[in-house]
């Protein structure tokens, strides 16, 4: 089997590119197999933080060869009168370095033609590869490039090696400024020169150098000493996947060591003790007995210096909490009211004032939401607001910025503030992402909703709205957690109304079609991570502004798009909506209908409102639409047997304006005339 490796040998690389260069490595060296029709059945792409590359398995000896026919001139005019080859003739011979004795005749569309075979060979797959990976690695691109020597070489770091091999053999690779060879470079530290004999030798000689290049494989191993010293320690150590990949890429051969911090310092709040210890440190926390301990595991990049590891952290780890130590007591110190004045001291926006301008929008925001949904207690949502960023003028958070909101919640437990106050100063920051939670209790999920709108509102009051992949103040992150609060919580709130509230609020006007196109943009997406119909999103979407209705209708239509009996129905509804849709008033008479047809459909849609009108109050949507069904067979002899456009003006806008009053019943549901539109 036919097998190809490269690796290069670079300075240290940035984590941050790692994904990339994975990205590109696949994606490009699939396109050069693809567009030279290379076959092949495996490839294995790998990264440490001194190198990168892939091995590729199961290829052919070479590309196919092809047969090609060529077209030349027409017979009549490839000879003249006499038979003698003509300039055109011996121009195309010419030009595909053939004689008259290697082509032949043959009919095309009626006419005769010249023809020729062509037979190309197939390059070697040595030969493509040899040509094509220099021109791939010339274009990788890098979020930021370094350049060496005299500036002549840019890459994300300084090549220093090149190893290559197809089969047994040295792929010639030239490349900034080096040339491939069999030789690799094992651990900075514990390994040394490697020369790579064959390809399945490569992975075992890395090892034995202290170099595990596969970043999954790193993974596995940190994980499995984690657990290991679960069980040899009794320890109970999280496994945060997040911080289990930073380490792999950090280090080419991942060796567990366990330290220890001050026990004088286990008075300070866990989550202080879990951010010095795993963001400042890049260590996990480690547990006894269900309560994190003095106790932490670390990652050295080798082996055998364990003490010389263990007394660098524990260093550092104890003049991290030494300080934080200091600042805590610091802020306990400090009273409420004086952090609520530093706060009119930190801007928050220059064109939005300050974080004390920010908490008394939200403020009286909360308590416009807190009314609409019924909470009785609106002081306690109000109070929970304006204490919210309590803690963004504290000591610890200046220093240790991941404890914003932590903080908060800490500081305000600590001065006797009810939980729904002090869960609120951490909660309202949720959720953070598309796949966070919302928070936990109605007053924490008022202020996040306050807190996000007025973010919101306020930048695109200033002009600051989101354009292509910008957006600076991640407006859509906060427009997701806006909408999946709405929805999670099952709050039926009009959220344009919100959105007003909070422009009257800030003082500040802003684009109205693209506030709604904003926001429809972030529900569409919600609602198709739903596993809901595109055509169903397009429909519910003209109730924007109604998130949680939007999502229920979207999910009951749904269960209907694909019935037969239910795209019966919508026809005959299309049909009412089309014909009344430029007919702007719903002013009609029932005394007034002639038609047996007109009368019925009338007297059946006073027995389905009622009922569909208490189907939409109580969101119950499946029922709604069953409710609209009924009218089906009422509509389609409505139609067979009414002119609705009559000659005389009184009975057509009687009739247009009771139809138009029909169609708007199902734009409770969503657009009919968005769906079966493809």
Do not use: C
């Amino acid at each position: 089997m036919n097998k190809a490796i490269f690796e290069i040998g670079v300075e240290e690389l940035p984590s941050s590119e790692y994904k990339n260069i994975i990205d590109q490595l696949k994606e490009k060296l699939g396109k050069i197999f693809k567009d030279n029709s290379l076959k092949y059945e495996n490839m294995k792409t790998f990264i440490s933080p001194r190198r990168f590359g892939a091995l590729i398995e199961g290829f052919a000896e070479k590309q196919p060869d092809i047969t090609e026919e060529k077209k030349g001139p027409p017979k009549n005019i490839a000879f003249d009168k006499e038979g003698n080859p003509t300039k055109a003739f011996q121009g195309f011979l010419k030009g595909a370095g053939l004689t008259e004795d290697d082509v032949k005749y043959k009919e095309i569309n009626g006419a005769e033609y010249v023809v020729a075979e062509i037979f190309k060979p197939g390059k070697s797959t040595k030969e493509i590869l040899e040509t094509e990976i220099p021109k791939m690695l010339k274009e990788m691109t890098f979020k930021k490039s370094m350049k060496w020597g005299k500036g002549e070489f840019v890459f994300v770091r300084p090549v220093h090696w090149i190893m290559s091999k197809f089969n047994n053999e040295v792929l010639n690779i030239k490349a900034f400024g080096k040339e491939a060879s069999n030789v690799s470079f094992g651990h900075r530290f514990f390994g040394g020169k490697i020369t790579v004999e064959t390809i399945d030798d490569y992975f075992t000689k890395m090892k034995e150098n202290y170099v595990i290049v596969d970043l999954e494989e790193r993974k596995q191993i940190i994980r499995e000493q984690l657990e290991k010293i679960k069980l040899e320690n009794k320890l109970d150590v999280e496994k945060d996947e997040a911080l289990i990949e930073e380490i792999a890429e950090l280090t080419e051969y991942p060796t567990a060591v366990i330290g220890e911090f001050k026990e004088k310092y286990m008075s300070l709040p866990q989550e202080i003790i879990t951010v010095t210890v795993k963001h400042h440190q890049r260590s996990f926390v480690a547990k006894e007995n269900g309560k994190v301990s003095n106790k932490y595991v670390s990652f050295q990049d080798g082996y055998g210096r364990e003490k010389n590891v263990v007394d660098g952290y524990s260093r550092v780890i104890n003049a991290r909490l030494d300080d934080a130590a200091f600042y805590y007591e610091d802020d306990l110190e400090t009273d409420l009211d004086k952090r609520l004045k530093e706060l009119s001291g930190v801007t928050y926006h220059k064109g939005l004032g300050s974080y004390f301008d920010k908490i008394e929008r939200m403020r009286d925001l909360s308590s416009y939401i807190g009314d609409k949904i019924g909470l009785k207690n609106l002081e306690k949502v109000r109070r929970a607001s304006l204490l919210s960023k309590i803690d963004l003028t504290s000591n610890v958070v200046y220093e240790f910025p991941e404890m914003q909101g932590i903080m908060g919640r800490i500081y305000l437990e600590k001065k006797g503030e009810p939980e729904e106050i002090y869960m609120a100063a951490s909660e309202h920051y949720r959720p953070f992402d598309e796949t966070d939670d919302v928070p936990k209790s109605i007053e924490s999920s008022i202020v996040s909703l306050s807190d996000k709108v007025d973010d919101i509102v306020g930048y695109f009051g200033i002009g600051k709205i989101p354009s292509g992949s910008k957006d600076p103040f991640a407006l859509r992150r906060k427009a997701f957690g806006v909408i999946k609060i709405l929805i999670e919580n099952e709050w039926d709130l009009d959220l344009k109304a919100i959105i007003n509230e909070s422009s009257k609020i800030l003082k500040l006007e802003y684009d109205e079609e693209k506030m709604e196109e904003f926001i429809s943009s972030r529900l569409h997406t919600i609602l198709s991570k739903s596993d809901i119909n595109s055509e169903v999103i397009n429909a519910v979407l003209i109730n924007w502004n109604r998130p949680i209705r939007a999502f229920l209708s979207g999910k009951a239509l749904n269960e209907f798009i694909n019935d037969e009996n239910f795209k019966q129905f919508i026809t005959a509804f299309q049909r009412v909506n089309n014909i009344s849709k430029n007919h702007n008033s719903t002013e009609y008479s029932g005394r007034n209908f002639k038609e047996e047809a007109e009368k019925d459909l009338f007297e059946k849609y006073l027995d389905v409102k009622p009922k569909f009108e208490k189907s939409i109050k109580t969101m119950n949507y499946k029922q709604a639409i069953n409710d609209l069904i009924e009218l089906k067979s009422s509509i389609d002899k409505y139609f067979d047997d009414v002119f609705v456009m009559d000659k005389h003006e009184d009975i057509r806008l009687n009739r247009l304006g009771f139809l138009k009053e029909l169609a708007n019943l199902f734009y409770e549901i969503g657009d009919v005339a968005r769906l079966y539109q493809g």
